[in-house]
Each structure stands twice: as C-alpha cells, then as structure tokens.
C-alpha cells in the first residue's frame, strides 16, 4: 500500500472544473484561509482488485452531514447532493487509482469578505492514497489532554469545520510532545468525549460503550457504522451514554474510530494498561466485520457502497 499522498500531481475539481492540484490556487485573503471557514467531509475508497473498481464507503450519508455542516455555518453551497456525487465520482475516476483513497470535499469561501458574513460555498474535491494508520496492527497509546473538547456553547462539535480542528492539534500535539499517540478529550462536563479526529468505544463486561452524541462529539458515519454493525451482525449490546475517565483504565478493551482512523486499538491510556496490552477479541472481531461490509462482502450494507 502507498503512503498518504504518494501520487504529487493528483487532479482534483475546483471551480467547475478537474484541474492539476498544482494548479489549484484560492486568495490567502479568503474567509477560508483567514478564518478556517469551510465544511468538509472525508470519504473512504477501497479498491476491489476483483472487479477492478473503488468502492466509496457512506458516500451519500457523509454528504448529508456536509450538507447539514453548511446549513450550520450559513454556507449555501453551490451544487445539489446529487451534483456532488457525480462530480466526485467523475474526479475519483480521472484519477485512475489502483489503490485504497481517501477523497476530501470541501464547501470553501474564496472571495472576500468578512468571517461573519453568509456566503455561497465553491467546491473543492480532492482525492489521495491513503493506507492503513499509524497503530492499526498493533495498538496506540493515549492520555487524558488537559485541553477541553468544544462544545455547543462555543464551537458546535457536530459541525465538520476545518476551525474545529484546531482543539484537536492543540491536543495532539500535547499527546506527542509527552510521548503519546494520541489523546483523549474530557467534555465540559468532566466525561469522555472523543480524540482528535475519532469518537472512542470501550468494551465492559462484553458490553460496547460509547459517550452519546451530546458528550460533545462529531456525530461520526464511521461510529454509527460500528453501532449497526455490531448490533445487527454480532449481537454485541450497545450503551450509549457518559463515561468517566476512570472507566478506562480497568476496562477490557478500547478502540478509537473514524474514516481516517478506520478502527484503531487503544493499549494504554495515562501509561496504564488496558486488558493485556493487545489487540482485544471484540475489538478484532467488530473489525474484520467492518472491513467486510466497506468492501461490499455483506449484502445487508450493499447499500452503503458506491461503486464505480
């Protein structure tokens, strides 16, 4: 599998038209890079040599969350759902992958203005190969942040806004600075929330457990994929609600997931051991059933796939 980006001059659709992403330029006096002002969705893409095509995971469930992100922000965006995903579908396929991708699509301001003022979004789809992420096969270790997840006081978590990002670089870099992975947010609340860029599931007692989608998280496609997936397929109970941070530590398993992310073991949090340091069985269990329905093996989720 190539590494992220391994393609240099990918061609992505800005504008109303597939161009080289060399040539892809907006004013640095935007909104969007001034501010951050922009909604954006990432999507997954996995190649099925067998039929030699992509597989888009959750296409039109992630513009639907776009869509609802800009009616947030007061982005109208220029182009219908049903636009959107034919002009992905055209771009992706300009591209020629051979390869598992991820394909961002953004809703951007790129004329001037001020930050407060409502705006029509010109569209940005950009496509790159993506592999597996750092900790798939054998586990991450996370801390607590001292940084406190958003919430919808101040910055609405539910919307996928590239300004959200920043709490969690202010985190992640905290984590890595003192030789973690990654991190762990707490809520205003004082209960687990999520890490930057992945909503989080414990395992108790055979049991997932996961914060509700008022604990201050993005309400992820991928999280709600896995709560389906192992209701459903796996007969595993799911509780949706608070959780202390010390429920971690003596938990039995612990895993981090998103689109990116896809699904990651969590090993240790605070240098504390979670189960015995490994990969758990349900966790290894829930993923192999994951990757089974993104790559169209079940014929109960076919609709979640898009081929092309």
């Known amino acids: 599998m190539k590494s992220l980006g391994s393609k ?21 006096l935007s909104p969007t890079c001034q501010y951050g002002l922009n909604v954006f969705e990432v999507i997954r893409c996995y190649l099925d ?4 095509q992509l597989l888009a995971f959750r296409l039109r469930d992630h513009l639907l969350r776009l869509f609802r992100s800009a009616k947030i922000m007061r982005i109208k965006p220029k182009y219908t759902i049903n636009e959107i995903q034919s002009i992905f579908i055209k771009t992706v396929a300009a591209n020629k992958y051979k390869e598992d991708i991820t394909v961002r699509i953004v809703l951007f301001i790129n004329e001037s203005g001020s930050w407060n003022s409502e705006y029509k979004g010109e569209l940005l789809i950009s496509p ?3 592999g597996r992420t750092h900790g798939f096969k054998t586990g991450i270790s996370c801390c607590i942040s001292s940084w406190e997840r958003i919430n ?14 920043i709490n969690g670089r202010m985190a992640q870099l905290e984590a890595i600075n003192n030789k973690y992975d990654s991190a762990l947010f707490l ?5 687990l929330s999520e890490a930057p860029g992945s909503c989080i599931f414990i395992v108790k007692e055979n049991k997932l457990i996961t914060p509700p989608i008022t604990a201050s998280i993005l309400e992820s496609v991928t999280r709600d994929s896995i709560i389906k997936i192992s209701q459903e397929e796996l007969g595993i109970s799911i509780v949706e609600r608070d959780i202390d941070r010390t429920e971690l530590y003596p938990c039995d398993e ?6 990116t992310m896809e699904i990651v073991p969590v090993i240790s949090v605070d240098r504390i051991r979670i189960g015995n340091g490994k990969i758990g069985p349900i966790t290894k269990t829930i993923r192999q059933k994951y990757f089974n329905v993104i790559k169209g093996k079940i014929n109960k989720y076919k609709g979640w796939v898009t081929a092309f």
């Open 8 to 28: 240099k001059n990918n061609l992505v659709w800005l504008a109303g038209k597939i161009i080289s992403s060399q040539e892809a330029k907006i004013s640095i």
């Open 49 to 52: 040599k067998k039929n030699d």
């Open 128 to 130: 790159i190969s993506r």
């Open 152 to 165: 919808d006081k101040c910055l609405p978590p539910r919307i996928k806004t590239g300004a959200n990002y």
């Open 187 to 191: 809520n205003n609340k004082g209960n």
């Open 254 to 259: 612990v895993f981090l997931c998103g689109t």
